[in-house]
């Protein structure tokens, strides 16, 4: 052997025993990442925006719950394909798994939309009777002189015409509100009295309705 070849030779073996350094990523080379996970709330977002997304749910019944990547569908839908397109609206990125208790019922839809329209009519019902009750205590709520009309009010004002009344002399009345509506009770010296009460009673601003159960007969 030539120590040419030797030294060849020897080089070479050396070589061999230096480890080899690991190899740099070069680019374009492809590396796995620990996927982030996604907080629940904001995945029964998505669901939520992916539902109402689609054209068949719409007017569907549909609840989610997002656990630990997990979704939980339940309520109603008109049909199997529509409990199957919400399913996979549902397999949003972050979601590990569905679980699909969704009902089917044919007559899911229109079962809601009669409850609405039940809803809106009682709605729209309650809303008149109070708009009636709230502009009849508005037309009456201030008298012609600008005083709110209440039903001590209309005591006080029933009280101060019979004072002076000649035909209500030595008559005993009692003048009972509720509601604007009068109540007269005890004795008046003729029919013609009880009348005048009545009369006075009734043109008094704000008064609605009046019982008359005056007696004629002596003071009491």
């Known amino acids: 052997m030539t120590v040419s070849n030797f030294l060849i030779k020897t080089c070479v073996s050396a070589m061999l025993l230096v480890p080899?350094?690991?190899?740099?990523?070069?680019?374009?080379?492809?590396?796995?990442?620990?996927?982030?996970a996604v907080d629940d709330s904001a995945l029964q977002t998505r669901i939520h925006t992916a539902i109402k997304a689609e054209p068949t749910l719409k007017g569907q019944d549909i609840d989610v719950k997002v656990d630990n990547g997990v979704v939980t569908l339940t309520g109603t839908v008109e049909s199997e394909q529509r409990k199957a397109r919400a399913a996979h609206a549902a397999k949003v990125t972050g979601v590990t798994r569905v679980d699909?208790?969704?009902?089917?019922?044919?007559?899911?839809?229109?079962?809601?939309?009669?409850?609405?329209?039940?809803?809106?009519?009682?709605?729209?019902?309650?809303?008149?009777?109070?708009?009636?009750t709230a502009g009849s205590k508005t037309k009456d709520a201030v008298s012609s002189?600008?005083?709110?009309?209440?039903?001590?009010?209309?005591?006080?004002?029933?009280?101060?015409k019979m004072v002076d009344?000649?035909?209500?002399?030595?008559?005993?009345?009692n003048v009972d509100v509720k509601d604007?509506?009068?109540?007269?009770?005890?004795?008046?010296a003729s029919a013609a009295?009880?009348?005048?009460?009545?009369?006075?009673a009734k043109t008094t601003e704000g008064v609605t309705m009046v019982h008359n159960e005056l007696v004629v007969g002596p003071k009491k």
């Open 193 to 200: 009295g009880k009348a005048r009460a009545e009369e006075i």
């Open 20 to 36: 080899v350094a690991a190899s740099p990523v070069l680019a374009g080379q492809t590396t796995t990442k620990t996927p982030v």
């Open 165 to 173: 009344e000649a035909t209500l002399k030595g008559s005993d009345i």
């Open 100 to 132: 699909n208790q969704l009902t089917v019922d044919a007559h899911a839809d229109h079962s809601m939309k009669d409850k609405t329209v039940g809803a809106t009519k009682t709605a729209a019902g309650k809303t008149g009777d109070a708009a009636k």
């Open 145 to 160: 002189t600008g005083e709110t009309i209440t039903d001590a009010w209309i005591n006080t004002r029933i009280h101060a």
């Open 180 to 188: 604007h509506m009068i109540t007269l009770k005890g004795t008046v």
